[in-house]
């Protein structure tokens, strides 16, 4: 049967060409792989190659044209034992006809989709938030005493115990006992094999990391500071995140990135930043980051349990500080639930990580001039309980959002617009979002006390919402 | 080029060889078949052909067990075909239908098998290879015996990921065979104009990974090579094979081809086709006739356009899909061999 040769895409945006030359004749014989013209496209001349084999019956369009049509017919291919005269009158047919064939590759599903804009669940008009308000421990839960330190170590700990496909990465994890004394002591009984001390090397360990977990580990990659997971952000984001769904399901990275992240005290620009912002963008990602020592723990033994890469940010000057921490076997917070510290009915202050010691601690001051702020600590950022937030925010009808990091593209920025879009008639004075300033972190310490977000800030910023 | 050759009487059957010419054939007919669907704007975006350099996987496929793993760059499609997935599967996924291997959510360069032990196609030049590295990481963490082929091309030997992955390959003696598929050109810039090495296997010394180059013209020298390293990568660790190939066609379908003259391309076609010469033998030393390899081919044919129909037919994904695997809800459980 003869068969047409079409005028071919040559990129991902062609629409049409100029045939700039052929370099066969009618009744060349032509094999796969032989060049039968050269296109002209507005980026390069390419040269266009035959897929079947058999003879040029008919060139129907000349050399020279331009504009001619993706999927035009521009020649007439007969096959073994064929003549031109079985060319009928149909192989000339132009360009619509071709144009049916192409048509299901269009992608106009992209059009008519029912996605809604940026929130990752589609608004269904004014649904009330339906947060989850059970408590983390039950009444009476005996308590003890922990650092933050000694949380995070008994988390990955236990998991270790419970699970032996899960191991632990990272510089200065084992011998060293931890670059920052979390780790201290798990090299001991876990051993070598599963508590590896990498070289500093982080892109290549996280990607052997994620490669590991596609291969049916349960990694736990430690980085130094998150500062240092730059080097590492493809195998992160490209690797890890969006491998489940590029694989339709089939595999995917079930592990924890781990490690300080943000300020800690006069370590300068490189070692000082605040992520939860950039890694609360990805799709496929999950984004931790506690304040206290019972979050710490039940949010990475959760962490270490979740079938998707899991970003644990931590905090260095947190590390030392006490908490109560449930004394119960296997203590797990869920994802997505953000927790109330302090309830209050004038004004909501959500924030999360070390910016709950701002939040709580003007929350504080603020009681003593009457003013009862109502204080939610996110505790993952992704999921993100809004419930939580819009149903505070539609009894106090006022939001101050605290964070360190930088104000453009910030994680209250988010807040402010989904409680624009959700609890937009609730409110009574705009969200006012306190973050770090928008600069890199200075050395001198009067400085660097002035980069980062303060509690005198908050407070002002609750005084303008409260026009008190 | 210190390129190892196989022997002149290669020790194989008819059957072997029928087996890797029809292997070899499948890859260079479906390929043909792409960039045809290419042309006629049902296969969108990036598309990278493996046409020229069949040999390189085929030959390695056949020193692999059940169980060892691959994982490669975004020239996949016959790295897919060689280790066995269905052409039906990849020829969708091409084309985005639901059909495909990813529903039509990866495309042709994001592509799995958990199944046939195919971790990816990996759009980020070298990123697949501390990947690889982690697969085989894990199968020694879990002592089962299995190696990984972790294939990357002598452009991605430049990133800085692969030394990194060198080191600690080296270091934890991890079974893992790096396969350097060396097609001579990094998109459109040389390997004299980018890489300044002209052994890449060579870089491996400096971290006391062995190797060797490898014509990756001929299945046979491919295979033997492919043996030897898969026996030391189970018992010593990481082994280099830099395999001396070619691509006839583009970096990908839109390439201007202005970087290399046509006669160097029709010349290794002319040459050094490794399609060719398995044909050659097979003719040469009546293991099989000219009627045979009609047969062959037709089979083939039949298999290809078979795929291509179906990656027509298949309906595209249901607009859901743009919804779903991005979060799992529990682990997919591990294909063990």
């Known amino acids: 049967m003869a068969t047409e040769i079409l005028m071919p895409a040559l990129s991902p945006t062609m629409e049409e060409g100029t045939l700039a030359k052929w370099l066969v004749k009618e009744g060349d014989e032509v094999s796969s792989g032989d060049i039968l013209a050269e296109i002209e496209t507005d980026k390069a001349t ?24 993706v999927n035009t017919a521009i020649a007439v291919l007969l096959e073994e034992g064929e003549s031109a005269d079985d060319i009928d009158s149909a192989t000339s047919a132009p360009a619509e006809d071709n144009g049916e ?21 589609p608004a269904e008009g004014k649904k009330q938030p339906e947060p989850d308000t059970s408590p983390d421990w039950p009444e009476g839960t005996a308590m003890k005493q922990q650092t933050v330190r000694e949380a995070l170590r008994d988390a990955m ?24 004394k979390i780790t201290q002591g798990m090299l001991d009984e876990f051993g070598p094999k599963r508590v590896i001390d990498t070289p500093i090397t982080e892109h290549g360990f996280a990607g052997i990391g994620v490669g590991a977990a596609f291969g049916g580990l349960r990694p736990i990659v430690e980085f130094m500071t998150f500062n240092f997971a730059m080097q590492a952000m493809d195998q992160i984001i490209n690797s890890a995140a969006k491998t489940l769904y590029m694989s339709g399901g089939q595999m995917g990275a079930p592990m924890v990135f781990r490690g300080p992240n943000g300020a800690a005290a006069r370590v300068g620009a490189q070692h000082s930043q605040d992520y939860a912002a950039w890694f609360m963008q990805i799709p496929g990602l999950k984004v931790a980051m506690p304040y206290s020592a019972s979050d710490y723990k039940g949010l990475m033994k959760t962490a ?94 006022r939001c101050v959002t605290v964070e360190e990091g930088w104000p453009q593209g910030s994680v209250g920025g988010y807040i402010s617009g989904v409680i624009m879009q959700e609890a937009f008639d609730y409110l009574d004075a705009p969200v006012i979002t306190c973050t770090g300033k928008d600069v890199p972190m200075p050395y001198a310490a009067n400085l660097e006390k002035h980069a980062l977000v303060t509690t005198d800030e908050v407070i002002e910023a609750v005084r303008k919402v409260t026009y008190r | 080029m210190a390129v190892k050759k196989s022997s002149k009487k290669p020790n194989v059957s008819a059957e072997e060889l029928s087996n890797y010419y029809r292997d070899m054939l499948l890859i260079r007919r479906f390929e043909e078949k792409a960039g045809q669907l290419y042309g006629m704007g049902l296969i969108g975006g990036f598309c990278h052909l493996y046409i020229g350099q069949e040999a390189v996987v085929v030959g390695l496929e056949a020193a692999a067990e059940e169980g060892d793993k691959r994982v490669t760059s975004y020239r996949d499609h016959g790295h897919m075909l060689a280790c066995g997935m269905d052409p039906n599967g990849v020829m969708a996924e091409l084309t985005g239908r639901e059909g495909g291997y990813s529903k039509g959510k990866g495309g042709s360069m994001h592509m799995f098998s958990k199944e046939k032990h195919f971790y990816g196609g990996h759009g980020i030049v070298a990123a697949q290879v501390p990947l690889g590295a982690g697969l085989a990481f894990a199968d020694q963490y879990k002592g089962n015996g299995r190696v990984t082929f972790t294939y990357f091309g002598d452009g991605a030997a430049n990133q800085g990921q692969v030394y990194e992955t060198f080191n ?21 810039t040389s390997q004299q104009r980018s890489t300044s090495s002209a052994e890449i296997w060579e870089r491996g010394k400096a971290f006391g990974i062995p190797g060797e180059a490898v014509d990756g013209m001929d299945v046979l020298a491919v295979k033997e090579a492919g043996q030897k390293a898969v026996a030391h990568a189970r018992e010593n660790g990481p082994y280099i094979l830099e395999i001396k190939t070619y691509r006839y066609r583009g970096h990908s379908m839109s390439d201007p081809a202005k970087y290399r003259t046509r006669e160097e391309v029709q010349k290794m076609r002319d040459e050094r086709d490794p399609i060719e010469s398995v044909r050659t033998l097979l003719l040469e030393g009546n293991h099989a006739s000219e009627d045979d390899l009609k047969a062959i081919d037709k089979e ?20 859901e899909e743009l919804w779903t695997d991005i979060y799992a809800t529990e682990v997919p459980q591990e294909a063990e061999a």
Request: net charge negative; no cysteine.
């Open chain 2, 168 to 188: 600690m390959a080296a270091l934890w003696k991890l079974p893992v065979i790096f396969v350097i598929e060396n097609n001579q050109y990094a998109m459109g």
């Open chain 1, 157 to 180: 700990a236990e998991e270790m115990r419970r699970d032996e496909d899960v191991f632990l990465m990272g510089e200065e994890v084992a011998e060293y006992q931890g670059a920052y």
């Open chain 1, 46 to 69: 390419m040269e266009f190659e035959a897929v079947d084999e058999g003879t040029i019956g008919k060139i129907l369009i000349e050399e020279g044209t331009e504009g001619v049509k």
């Open chain 1, 101 to 121: 064939d192409a048509k299901p590759a269009q992608a106009k599903s992209s059009d008519d989709g029912d996605n809604e804009g940026g929130r990752a669940t």
């Open chain 2, 300 to 319: 083939i044919k039949k298999i290809v356009n078979e795929s291509a129909d179906f990656a027509k037919e298949s309906p595209e994904p249901a607009l």
């Open chain 1, 304 to 397: 270490i349990r979740d079938p998707n890469p899991v970003i644990f940010l931590e905090n260095e000057i947190l590390y030392g500080r006490s908490f109560d921490v449930p004394d119960v076997e296997d203590y797990t917070v869920p994802f997505g639930k953000a927790r109330i510290w302090r309830e209050g009915s004038d004004v909501t202050i959500v924030s999360f990580g070390i910016g709950m010691t701002y939040a709580l601690e003007a929350a504080e001051k603020l009681a003593e001039d009457g003013i009862e702020a109502e204080v939610i600590d996110l505790r993952t950022l992704r999921p993100m309980d809004t419930d939580t937030i819009l149903k505070s925010v539609m009894k106090t009808n």
